[in-house]
Antibody
Framework: EVQLVESGGGLVQPGGSLRLSCATS????????LTWVRQAPGKGLEWVAN????????YYVDSVKGRFTISRDNAKNSLYLQMNSLRAEDTAVYYC????????????????WGQGTAVTVSS | SYELTQAPSISVSPGQTASITCSGA??????ASWYQQQPGQSPLLIIY???KRPSGIPERFSGSNSGNTATLTISGTQAMDEADYYC?????????FGGGTKLAVL
């Protein structure tokens, strides 16, 4: 069974940092693009970043460029999101998700999602 | 930047057909996916590449995409289908989500 479990969320002051983790199991981790998607309270889905199978390509939404860094450890089957210079508008539930396709293009859809971890940026 | 537009909410009677639309410039030239999100739950992929259903998704869910509009159709809508639905595509290497449509089954 494919599983993705996020952790690392919490309350942080504006300007602070957090590192989110996504532990996975049940699939060949190194063969799938992975992504972070967030959802602000009462709002819709917003893609944050994604990363290629080997970590050689990373893409970000403009609003987080230069502040967030996506990374992966294929030996630990884990995905990460380092979030720096956090702002109130980063408050959201953050989901990690796995691409639908084995060695896909990274430009499709996401078939498996974690349960999310909540990040609150507030003083 | 590219935008996808969805109606904020629609309602349907049980057993009837619900059509949820997603509009974007020349959307028919791109692939559209659809996600269902129940309250308090993670999103669930229900349609990918315009028309395809992942395994385990009921046949009552179907999709189409042409011109500027992608459509998610739910035939014989059930109470359990009450949820938020999001369309999604890719444009210039970035992901675009629609704003979501809340489906009420009344």
């Amino acid at each position: 069974e494919v599983q993705l479990v996020e952790s690392g969320g919490g309350l942080v002051q504006p300007g602070g940092s957090l590192r989110l983790s996504c532990a996975t199991s049940g699939f060949t981790f190194s063969a799938f693009w992975l992504t972070w998607v967030r959802q602000a309270p009462g709002k819709g889905l917003e893609w944050v970043a994604n990363i290629k199978t080997d970590g050689s390509e990373k893409y970000y939404v403009d609003s987080v460029k230069g502040r967030f860094t996506i990374s992966r450890d294929n030996a630990k089957n884990s995905l990460y999101l380092q979030m720096n210079s956090l702002r109130a508008e980063d408050t959201a539930v953050y989901y990690c998700a796995r691409d639908r396709e084995y060695y896909g293009s990274g430009r499709d859809s996401w078939s498996n999602w974690g349960q999310g971890t909540a990040v609150t940026v507030s003083s | 930047s590219y935008e996808l537009t969805q109606a904020p909410s629609i309602s349907v009677s049980p057993g009837q057909t619900a059509s949820i639309t997603c509009s974007g410039a020349n959307l028919g030239e791109k692939f559209a996916s659809w996600y269902q999100q129940q309250p308090g739950q993670s999103p669930l992929l229900i349609i990918y590449q315009d028309t395809k259903r992942p395994s385990g998704i009921p046949e009552r869910f179907s999709g189409s995409n042409s011109g500027n509009t992608a459509t998610l159709t739910i035939s014989g809508t059930q109470a359990m289908d009450e949820a938020d639905y999001y369309c999604q595509t890719w444009d210039s290497g970035t992901v675009v989500f629609g704003g979501g449509t809340k489906l009420a089954v009344l």
